[in-house]
């Protein structure tokens, strides 16, 4: 069965400085692996995700992740948050069935401080 | 990415009545839609699959006649709470399931049900 874990409920960084949200990922087959960002009151957006093409994703808005399978780790990064950053981010891990469920992390809280 | 959009984004009811929420998929064909529900500060379980043409696919514990799912086109998919209660209050996300291999979904803004 595959499974995720986000380490940290909550991460708290200046602006200006790198983030760096864990996720570790169980899965008895190549998986698919996403992050997905949520701001207050707003719908899920999509940063990034992993489909066995290279195993440093970018996406949106300066954030990458690095697909690790020796470490079963899927680690989302930013250089430098902002402001704007402040947000729930969920890791998620797609189900290889033919159901084409997604696994859900339980969310890491971003706080960016001025 | 598709384009999905949830109608209403807000609703306050009363208990015991029943609530209908639309997702629609505005520039893609989906066979295949997902329905989520998420608490204050949680993350998001999966309700059921909804397949097009076919009854839903419910997950363990989630009541079928109470959360009623109908998917009668390809661009339409609706939840309807029964007999609404303010346990059933929670935010409410449809999501359109992709045929890639990677199992991408798209995902609507999501509706926020109060029930009084």
């Known amino acids: 069965a595959q499974s995720v874990t986000q380490l940290d409920s909550h991460v708290s960084v200046s602006e200006g400085t790198p983030v760096l949200l864990r996720c570790n990922y169980s899965?008895?087959?190549?998986?698919?692996l996403f992050w997905y960002v949520q701001h207050p009151n707003k719908g899920l957006q999509l940063l990034l995700k992993?489909?066995?093409?290279a195993t440093l994703v970018k996406g949106i808005n300066g954030f990458e992740a690095e697909f690790k399978k020796s470490e079963t780790s899927f680690h989302l990064t930013k250089p430098s948050a902002h402001m704007s950053d402040a947000a729930e981010y969920f890791c998620?891990?797609?189900?290889?069935?033919?159901?084409?469920?997604?696994?859900w992390g339980l969310g890491t809280s971003l706080a960016v401080n001025p | 990415g598709a384009v999905v959009s949830q109608h209403p984004s807000r609703v306050i009811c009363k208990s015991g009545t029943s609530v209908k929420i639309e997702c629609r998929s505005l520039?893609?064909?989906?066979?295949?839609m997902f329905w989520y529900r998420q608490f204050p500060k949680q993350s998001l379980m999966l309700m059921a699959t909804?397949?097009?043409?076919?009854?839903?696919?419910?997950e363990q514990g989630v009541e079928k006649d109470k959360f009623l799912i109908n998917h009668a086109s390809l661009t339409l998919s609706t939840l309807t709470v029964t007999s609404a209660h303010p346990e059933d209050s929670s935010f409410y996300i449809c999501?359109?399931?992709?045929?890639?291999?990677?199992?991408?979904?798209?995902f609507g803004p999501g509706t926020r049900l109060t029930v009084l």
């Open positions: 999501s359109v399931g992709t045929t890639s291999s990677y199992n991408e979904q798209f």
């Open positions: 520039d893609f064909q989906a066979t295949t």
């Open positions: 909804s397949n097009e043409g076919s009854k839903a696919t419910y």
């Open positions: 899965s008895s087959y190549s998986p698919s």
């Open positions: 992993y489909t066995s093409a």
């Open positions: 998620v891990v797609s189900e290889v069935s033919h159901n084409r469920k997604l696994i």
